[in-house]
């Protein structure tokens, strides 16, 4: 059983950053993929960035490809995402996810586990 608590979301204006991260509780984190989803008001949830569990892989949606980073400290437990020049189009609740091995099933939206979400609001 792994449990996903994300932090770091807020309200930031337009073209600035913010930072997410996601603790996870378990002792096998480092057998677990790991990304990150949002979802904005009236749209279904669609996938934003990945990471391998070794760190080595990552994949971006298009939409955010260049301006947000994902990383990931296995002796923290922890998966972060770097969000630079936010875009209104940006605002979501945005939730950390984990599967195990399988990053490519990941970007599908195939997770075994998710968080409970965070806010972001990008103002204009």
């Known amino acids: 059983q792994v449990q996903l608590v994300e932090s770091g979301g807020g309200l930031v204006q337009a073209g600035g950053s913010l930072g997410l991260s996601c603790a996870a509780s378990?002792?096998?984190?480092?057998?677990?993929?790991m990304g990150w989803f949002r979802q904005a008001p009236g749209k279904e949830r669609e996938f934003v960035a990945a990471?391998?569990?070794?760190?080595?892989?990552?994949y971006y949606a298009d939409s955010v490809k260049d301006r947000f980073t994902v990383s990931r400290d296995n002796t923290k437990r922890t998966v972060y995402l770097q969000m630079n020049s936010l875009k209104p189009e940006d605002t979501a609740v945005y939730y950390c996810?984990?599967?195990?091995?399988?990053?490519?099933?990941?970007?599908?939206?195939?997770?075994?586990?998710w968080g409970q979400g965070t806010q972001v609001t990008v103002s204009s």
């Open positions: 378990g002792r096998t984190f480092s057998s677990y993929a």
């Open positions: 996810a984990a599967k195990l091995l399988n990053i490519a099933a990941m970007t599908r939206g195939l997770c075994d586990y």
């Open positions: 990471i391998s569990w070794s760190g080595g892989s990552t």
